[in-house]
């Protein structure tokens, strides 16, 4: 009965390679992102979507692309890996946005080498 | 623009020890106010959160107060226990957007 679910949880891949990272939430929530926490646990929004339609995009390369095919799903995929977007990737979900809480995801480290 | 400061982690205290973690920000207008746990290996889970302004947000024995006066929120706990190991987030949103500014976290350890 997992509310947040990504997939993988542990990725790593050569420099160069397009890899995609999926996310679902069972909860029946409008609002999902997807969040990138670096080596020193910096937290960063990158992107929100609101019923699939994107709402934020934080000054991400364009390299980075989320795709939501429902409500319920925000896959994030990435192109041409760089090693500085090693980090662990949370996604999340609200029935609304702020203030309403946020459920996170368990996380997904990816490691490019 | 808006800002979040919380204290350089990380901080270490014995088992049953007081725990105060600082907290101040930067918004216009009036923010929504929380504060987020990771514990090891796990995503962030919101511990307690104040909306508005001499609110107190409480949960697990942990509690916090929206101070607009200082903009603190500052985290505490009587007696923490080895469980309460984790990183702490504050956070804010100033409820124009769906987007939530996170503090850099502090690690808190607790040692039995």
């Known amino acids: 009965d997992t509310a947040v679910s990504q997939t993988p949880k542990y990725l790593v891949t050569q420099m160069g390679n397009d890899k995609s990272i999926k996310c679902e939430q069972n909860l029946g929530h409008d609002t999902m992102y997807w969040y990138k926490q670096d080596s020193k646990k910096f937290l960063k929004i990158m992107f929100s979507?609101?019923?699939?339609?994107?709402?934020i995009n934080e000054t991400v390369p364009n390299r980075f692309s989320p795709k939501s095919p429902d409500k319920a799903h925000l896959n994030l995929h990435i192109n041409s890996l760089e090693l500085g977007d090693s980090a662990v990737y949370f996604c999340a979900s609200s029935q609304v946005g702020p203030p309403d809480t946020q459920y996170f995801g368990p996380g997904t480290r990816l490691t490019v080498l | 623009g808006n800002s979040v400061t919380q204290m350089e982690g990380p901080v270490t205290l014995s088992e049953e020890a007081f725990l105060t973690i600082n907290c101040t920000y930067t918004?216009?207008?009036?923010?929504?106010l929380f504060w987020y746990v990771q514990y090891p290996g796990e995503g962030l889970q919101l511990l307690l959160k104040a909306t508005k302004a001499d609110d107190k947000g409480s949960n697990k024995g942990f509690e916090a107060t929206y101070r607009k006066e200082t903009t603190s929120f500052h985290l505490e706990k009587g007696s923490v226990q080895v469980s309460d190991s984790a990183v702490y987030f504050c956070a804010l949103s100033d409820n124009r957007d769906d987007k939530i500014i996170f503090g850099k976290g502090t690690r808190l350890h607790i040692l039995p």
């Open positions: 979507y609101n019923n699939k339609e994107l709402i």
């Open positions: 918004a216009t207008g009036y923010p929504s």
